[in-house]
């Protein structure tokens, strides 16, 4: 018997997951060896004392790297989030064959930048991992994502096997109570819903999150809170049982430790492939609670009007306690330019 077969074997397979995918031709096999359950190593995110809960960074077309820097420096600098010799992963969208200027992927310019960042903060491992639905050697040629990684010590990574993956208890995360009182049944934990996460994040010491701000014909809009489903290895359970739910309850277990959002452009509609409409905001947004920051970002999807309380995963999210929905109630710098005060 092989190695495979062999640990296969010990496993109990406690649901199929196969036919015919509805993301991208994704097929899969859900295991969970419930004696193997991963726990994320990663720092605690937390915001630094003094900053703000946004950052707002706004510049042209030729700034977008440097209004990059600009807001991670008003949340207290990369050094707060990445230490000398840390294992740092970053999830950007790089996962579909578009180009910059359709709005699908992070900016190359901002996803260069917090590279250079976790390098000069002195990263020993730093990884760019998207699990892609197009092909991943011609997504990460035409979104730019291998161009913004040229001449780093970054990695891009689509972990596209099963063996990529941990197994992770979601529905342990999920507290059986809202911040109202009311009870709530995790939708993992009612339907059986088995997740696996890449291991390159679960072992790594820190965990940033860069996103593009883009429409989703699903979850309404995609930015931080559902960009953590390009980490995971079982999405066809999500969209089955409950995606706004399943989003919201993954992230109660996974918390990126710092959240660059991409407002450079905003892919407006048919998100979250495209090609759409798309605007030109021209800012970048950083913060380290999820809810908050795709709360902030429902303004720059102006073509549908989308505002924060339409958005189901973020209002379960913020009931859930995992951040704050309401703009109003946020310390925010809204800042012209990368040297603007």
């Given at each position: 018997m092989s190695d495979r077969t062999d640990h296969v074997s010990r496993r109990r397979l406690l649901e199929y997951v196969g036919g015919a995918a509805v993301l991208g031709g994704l097929y899969g096999l859900?295991?969970?060896?419930?004696?193997?359950?991963?726990?994320?190593?990663?720092?605690?995110?937390?915001?630094?004392?003094?900053?703000?809960?946004?950052?707002?960074?706004?510049?042209?077309?030729?700034?977008?790297?440097?209004?990059?820097?600009?807001?991670?420096?008003?949340?207290?600098?990369?050094?707060?989030?990445?230490?000398?010799?840390?294992?740092?992963?970053?999830?950007?969208?790089?996962?579909?064959?578009?180009?910059?200027d359709q709005a699908a992927a992070t900016h190359p310019d901002v996803l260069r930048r917090v590279v250079e960042l976790c390098q000069r903060a002195g990263a020993a491992r730093i990884t760019c991992i998207d699990y892609t639905l197009d092909d991943w050697r011609m997504a990460f040629d035409i979104c730019g994502a291998r161009d913004a990684v040229r001449g780093t010590r970054a990695a891009l990574l689509s972990p596209t096997e099963?063996?990529?993956?941990?197994?992770?208890?979601?529905?342990?995360?999920?507290?059986?109570?809202?911040?109202?009182?009311?009870?709530?049944a995790s939708v993992h934990r009612e339907n059986r819903v088995y997740q696996k996460v890449a291991r390159e994040i679960l072992e790594c010491d820190s965990f940033l999150c860069v996103p593009v701000v883009k429409d989703h014909e699903a979850a309404v809009i995609t930015i931080a809170m559902k960009k953590l489903m390009g980490n995971i290895w079982n999405r066809?359970?999500?969209?089955?049982?409950?995606?706004?739910?399943?989003?919201?309850?993954?992230?109660m277990a996974l918390r990126p430790n710092l959240i660059v959002a991409d407002a450079t452009r905003a892919l407006q509609t048919r998100g979250p492939k495209g090609p759409g409409e798309v605007t030109v905001p021209n800012q970048v947004v950083a913060g380290v609670d999820p809810v908050a920051v795709d709360s902030y970002c429902t303004r720059y999807l102006t073509v549908k009007g989308v505002t924060p309380d339409q958005v189901p995963h973020l209002v379960l999210a913020s009931r859930l306690g995992r951040g704050e929905i309401d703009c109003d109630r946020l310390k925010v710098h809204e800042i012209a330019g990368p040297t603007g005060a």
């Open positions: 859900t295991f969970v060896d419930e004696n193997a359950i991963a726990t994320p190593r990663m720092r605690a995110a937390a915001k630094p004392a003094g900053a703000p809960d946004l950052a707002v960074v706004e510049g042209t077309a030729a700034d977008y790297a440097a209004i990059t820097e600009r807001a991670i420096d008003e949340m207290g600098g990369i050094e707060k989030f990445v230490r000398r010799g840390d294992r740092v992963v970053i999830s950007p969208n790089m996962g579909w064959m578009r180009t910059p099963v063996a990529m993956y941990r197994d992770v208890d979601i529905p342990g995360a999920v507290p059986a109570k809202a911040i109202d009182g009311e009870a709530y066809k359970d999500y969209h089955r049982y409950g995606l706004q739910e399943c989003i919201a309850e993954l992230n």
